[in-house]
């Protein structure tokens, strides 16, 4: 069965942002309230491994540059496709989280053909380097976080999404309002019924404080 002709064309979210903005919490949490996600990342650190390579800042941007190279920009996505259609068989409530760029958008569009809206993580700099150097995986140091940055916005074009956000939550203060927006948010999408599978999910970006 195609998944376009289940789930009555429901949603996909999509959890964008820099890294250590808060998008692994943000979907942890969709997860607790019964969603489906999919984390693009991890397919890198799948092929990371097939490779048979260590699990590591350098080795991420390696393998990153190199699945762009051979199979385009909307690599990753291309990767997950399958898995993502099952879970949408399975599932009307199905996440995305990590969004990478907007060809990644556009394949996953064009091919479900149902709305992708997208939540944007937005964090200070300061906080975001701060979260990074404090992970228990694949930490990275502040020069480390500025080269990520840096990288992901002019080559991997991850400003697209982030910049195309249906809502964008500004992450600064504790996981738990952190919590709060995104019951809010989510609680927004669901009030909505008539999502036009081609056309935009959200007239305006709001944006939660």
């Not at 979210?13 to 808060?22: D, P, S, T």
């Not at 909307?74 to 068989?89: D, G, N, Q």
Request: net charge negative; glycine share 6%; charged share 30%.
């Amino acid at each position: 069965m195609d998944p376009r002709e289940t789930s009555s064309g429901a949603p996909i979210l999509a959890l964008v942002g820099m890294a250590g903005a808060g998008k692994s919490v943000a979907g942890k949490f969709l997860e607790s309230t019964g969603y489906r996600i999919i984390k693009l990342g991890s397919y890198i650190i799948g092929e990371i491994r097939r490779r048979d390579l260590a699990v590591t800042p350098s080795n991420e941007k390696l393998v990153r540059e190199a699945l762009r190279q051979e199979r385009g920009m909307s690599a990753v996505a291309t990767l997950a496709l399958p898995e993502l259609e099952r879970l949408l068989l399975e599932s009307r409530h199905v996440a995305i989280e990590g969004l990478f760029n907007l060809a990644e958008y556009d394949l996953l569009q064009e091919t479900l053909q149902r709305p992708i809206i997208i939540i944007a993580l937005a964090t200070s700099k300061r906080t975001r380097y701060e979260r990074l150097a404090k992970r228990r995986e694949r930490s990275l140091t502040p020069s480390e976080a500025i080269e990520r940055d840096l990288l992901e916005i002019k080559t991997v074009d991850k400003a697209g999404p982030i910049a195309l956000a249906d809502f964008t939550i500004i992450n600064d203060g504790e996981v738990t309002d952190l919590h709060e927006k995104m019951s809010q948010v989510i609680e927004m999408i669901h009030e909505q019924s008539d999502w036009n599978p081609k056309g935009d999910p959200m007239e305006t970006c709001t944006v939660l404080r």
